[in-house]
Each structure stands twice: as C-alpha cells, then as structure tokens.
C-alpha cells in the first residue's frame, strides 16, 4: 500500500505526519485490496476554533475509491475523526464485496427438498 502525506499551505512535522502513517496504515486489517492512500492535511487558522484542522484522505481500491473529510481542532484531531469515517467506509466496504455466507447451505437445501 502506497501511502501519501501532503500538506497543504501547512508545513508538517515530523510528529505529524508519523501519526497520519500510524493511523493510515489500520486500514490494511480489513482484508480490503488497498492500492494507496492519498492524505491531505491543512490547517486553516481563520475558520471557526472547533474545525481549524481538517484531514482528507482518499483510499483507493479495486472499483470505486473512498473519500473522507475529517474535521477538529487541531490536525490531530482531525486525522482521528478521518479514521473513525474512512474505517466506518471500509468495514462497510468489505461487507459488500465478501460472498453471501449461507448462499451455498440454502442452495443445497432447496435441492434437498425440491418437490418433483
């Protein structure tokens, strides 16, 4: 999984951008095929104190590639509001794609009680 950290009009610290990895890679105990992360980080100082930070971070898999937009108070905080979204996205994700689970067990039922 590729992961990229940018920073944008925001110079990022070596703090930060190891939580961001720290948090990004989490996302490879879905069992999803993630081909990389792009994680945007920004800090802008003229919004509202509660939603200074925001992280946007776009995980791009096999089909259609997930978007999340974590906003707080700070970039850490809001680095950890876009894994709480993205890995909400995920499990949800891999829920979709696995196999139904008692597809085959109802299949061989039908069959063994197929009226003739």
């Known amino acids: 999984m590729q992961v990229d950290i940018r920073g944008v009009e ?8 190891d939580y961001a990895r720290e948090k990004v890679e989490k996302f490879s105990k879905y069992g999803i095929d993630i081909i990389g992360v792009d994680l945007a980080l920004e800090e802008d100082h003229n919004r509202t104190e509660d939603r200074a930070g925001v992280a946007k971070v776009l995980v791009k898999i096999p ?3 997930i978007a999340v ?5 700070n970039v850490f905080a809001a680095i950890d509001e876009m894994e709480r979204k993205a890995s909400r996205e ?3 994700t891999k829920k979709r794609l696995s196999p139904k689970r008692f597809s085959k ?5 039908r ?6």
């Open 10 to 17: 925001t110079v990022l610290t070596k703090e930060v951008k």
């Open 63 to 65: 089909g259609k590639d």
């Open 69 to 73: 937009k974590g906003e707080g108070k």
């Open 105 to 109: 067990s109802k299949d061989a039922a």
């Open 90 to 92: 995920l499990r949800e």
């Open 111 to 116: 069959r063994l009680f197929r009226r003739s």
